[in-house]
């Protein structure tokens, strides 16, 4: 199944305790992106990458960031997580083979950091 | 930037029709996109328009008019699972990264 997963689904972090969220798509697509989704301010991009070693900056990235060694994995990295970086995250793959270039979602991580 | 405006919150009965608009400000537009998303859940791809118009996909319709800056969705004969939230993306142009920009969304509320 053509697919975006994300882990952990749920995580509850102390501040200044190192994470990794990651994200792996099954789907060979060139493009991945993070957003994080608040109450009132929608999903905002936190970083994306157009290929293999090529990333950016969105419009949220301070305190994060992302690599992308291989083309399926695009893992979001907290090296010194704060309470505003509580959130939900998702990431996204998308190609110009799929339609539009639409996003898929991976399924999301709620992460609560204390 | 890139401003995307979509109403908060909507109510609904179900069996009716309803209309989400969305309106946008953008350079380099590329295209709009419309999700749904559950509580809780990701969002799931609606709809597409790159071009002025009218485009259909069995219950739903989601029209674009690039000249005013335009889109809405339309959902037909509404059921109670459509209560959800409805998101409206438009893709910008940036040196041919596929960014999209995402309004805050409207919640949809399918009434008996």
């Known amino acids: 199944e053509a697919q975006v997963t994300q882990n952990p689904r749920y995580l509850i972090t102390v501040t200044g305790k190192k994470l990794t969220v990651t994200c792996s798509q099954n789907?060979?697509?060139?493009?991945m992106s993070w957003y994080r989704q608040d109450p009132g301010l929608g999903l905002r991009q936190i970083y994306y990458?157009?290929?293999?070693?090529?990333?950016d900056k969105g419009d949220v990235p301070e305190g994060y960031k992302v690599s992308r060694k291989e083309k399926r994995n695009f893992p979001l990295i907290l090296e010194s997580p704060s309470p505003n970086q509580t959130s939900l995250y998702f990431c996204?793959?998308?190609?110009?083979?799929?339609?539009?270039?639409?996003?898929?979602f991976g399924s999301g991580t709620r992460l609560t950091v204390v | 930037g890139q401003n995307i405006d979509q109403p908060t919150e909507m109510t609904a009965t179900e069996g009716a029709i309803v209309q989400i608009n969305c309106t946008y400000q953008?350079?380099?537009?590329?295209?709009l996109f419309w999700y749904q998303q559950h509580a809780g859940e990701a969002p799931t791809f609606l709809s597409y328009?790159?071009?002025?118009g009218l485009e259909e996909k069995g219950r739903f319709s989601s029209f674009l008019s690039r000249s005013k800056g335009y889109s809405y969705l339309l959902l037909k004969e509404l059921q109670m699972k459509d209560s959800a939230s409805y998101l409206c993306?438009?893709?910008?142009?940036?040196?041919?990264?596929?960014?999209?920009?995402f309004g805050t969304g409207t919640r949809l509320t399918v009434i008996p």
């Open positions: 996204a793959s998308s190609s110009p083979r799929q339609g539009g270039w639409g996003y898929t």
């Open positions: 789907m060979n697509h060139e493009y």
């Open positions: 990458s157009m290929n293999v070693e090529v990333t």
């Open positions: 953008t350079s380099g537009f590329n295209g």
């Open positions: 328009n790159v071009l002025d």
């Open positions: 993306a438009v893709r910008v142009d940036q040196t041919g990264a596929n960014n999209l920009f």
